[in-house]
Structures are given as structure tokens and as C-alpha cells.
């Protein structure tokens, strides 16, 4: 089983920016699609975006324009560039791909 390990989460200021990482245990990005989750306090896990083997992106409507997916397959890191970050944005984030196990997450908190 891949496992990932999520960072880059903080404290950030509505309009803030931060890039969150998601280092895999093995080889993977050229294999499987790897997807950015997000789960805020007293809410279900949604998909937030996603790059695949052939370097496809798709996002959730919520962050187009805004956030940035890209990969480094040599570091087999996935990577989340968040722009213009609003208070909505707060939550912990995840790093999955098939038949990976959930990580800890990175904790996103956009306050004033």
C-alpha cells in the first residue's frame, strides 16, 4: 500500500497563499491518478483535485482559478499551490490515490 505524508498547512489570512505537499512512500504518480481531499470541522471528506498519469488536472469549481495542482515524479510529490485563500478553504487536507491508505492531513486554517 502507498502511503502519503501531507505538509505545508498553516495559519494564512483571507487573501493568503500557501503550498501544501504530499510526499508518497513509493512510486506512484506515473502510475495512478493522485487526488487532494479536504475535510473541514463537522463536514464530510470532498475531492478538491486531481492529476493524473498523463498529466490530466481537474479541480472542484470552488478553487478554479485559485489553486494549482502539480507533481514532481522524481520526489514522488504531489503538490497544492492555494492563492487567494478564504475562510472556506479551512480544513484538513489528504493526498489519496487508489489503494493508498489515508495519511494524518495537513491542517488549513484561513482567519483574520
Known amino acids: 500500500q502507498v502511503q502519503f505524508v501531507e505538509s505545508g498547512g498553516g495559519l494564512v489570512q483571507p487573501g493568503g497563499a500557501l503550498r501544501l505537499s504530499c510526499a508518497a512512500s513509493r512510486s506512484i504518480l506515473d502510475t495512478w491518478p493522485v487526488n487532494w481531499y479536504r475535510q473541514a470541522p463537522g463536514k464530510q471528506r470532498v475531492w478538491v483535485a486531481k492529476?493524473?498519469?498523463?498529466?490530466?488536472?481537474s479541480y472542484v469549481d470552488s478553487v478554479k482559478g485559485r489553486f494549482t495542482i502539480s507533481r514532481d515524479n522524481a520526489k514522488n510529490t504531489v503538490y497544492l499551490q492555494m492563492n487567494n485563500l478564504k475562510p472556506e478553504d479551512t480544513a484538513v487536507y489528504y493526498c489519496?490515490?487508489?489503494?493508498?491508505?489515508w495519511g494524518q492531513g495537513t491542517q488549513v486554517t484561513v482567519s483574520s
Open positions: 489519496y490515490a487508489f489503494g493508498s491508505t
Open positions: 492529476i493524473t498519469p498523463n498529466g490530466g488536472i
